[in-house]
């Protein structure tokens, strides 16, 4: 096995299973604040649900794909961005009519 073969088959995936862990884990403590406060404030949950939704992608084609890598480097932000997609959602305020 070459070096370009140890650093493009698993330093690589690895380095960017850590960035994308890192990145969708960071709304975490702001979510979690937020349910402990009771209240969302100006916490934003669309972004939660749009990452919800890619995570989940890369998590099913990484399945289909067979690639562990993809696979496995996005199960921690899948389950990060769920958390944070059902709290933010269970603290959103319901209001329904016109002009709302």
Request: charged share 10%; aromatic share 12%.
């Amino acid at each position: 096995m070459s070096a370009k073969d140890i650093i493009m088959g698993q330093v690589f995936p690895i380095i960017g299973g850590v960035l994308a862990t890192v990145m969708y884990a960071s709304p975490v403590k702001a979510t979690y604040m937020a349910r402990k406060n009771g209240a969302l404030g100006d916490l934003n949950p669309f972004p939660f649900a749009v990452a919800l939704v890619c995570t989940a992608t890369w998590v099913a084609y990484g399945f289909a794909a067979r690639d562990y890598n993809m696979f496995l480097a996005n199960i921690p932000g899948f389950t990060a961005t769920l958390y944070t997609t059902v709290t933010s959602h269970a603290l959103a305020n319901r209001k329904v009519g016109a002009g709302h």
